[in-house]
């Protein structure tokens, strides 16, 4: 099973980004997917977590701000992220709690897509 992500880059303080994450291999069933972020220097912190049945949660830092969402048919998850401002600026790591065929659950995460805003 592999998690991927997309859609990191540089943007300036106010604009917008939108990252994806797509789960691949053999899966029986996703539960919670989520993204978390790590700064230079700093610890990975949860940004946003979305359940099976679209129960969200988010960081009060994003909380206004972010959207997480998924789409169950692409084994996807999505972080629609507005009015970016420096601070936001980490590499942004895709997770998921994925069940195999074999009913056991894993958590997985992805490589990671830095996210860069500056002017």
């Known amino acids: 099973v592999q998690l991927v992500e997309s859609g990191g880059g540089l943007v300036q303080p106010g604009g917008s980004l939108r990252l994806s994450c797509a789960a691949s291999g053999s899966i029986f069933s996703i539960n919670t997917m989520g993204w978390y972020r790590q700064a230079p220097g700093k610890q990975r912190e949860l940004v946003a977590t979305?359940?099976?049945?679209?129960?969200?949660n988010y960081a009060g830092s994003v909380k206004g701000r972010f959207t997480i969402s998924r789409d169950t048919t692409k084994n996807a998850v999505y972080l629609q992220m507005n009015s970016l401002m420096p601070e936001d600026t980490a590499v942004y790591f895709c997770?998921?709690?994925?069940?195999?065929?074999?009913?056991?659950?894993?958590?997985?995460w992805g490589h990671g897509t830095l996210v860069t805003v500056s002017s």
């Open positions: 979305i359940t099976s049945i679209n129960n969200t």
């Open positions: 997770n998921a709690r994925i069940t195999l065929p074999t009913m056991i659950t894993y958590t997985y």
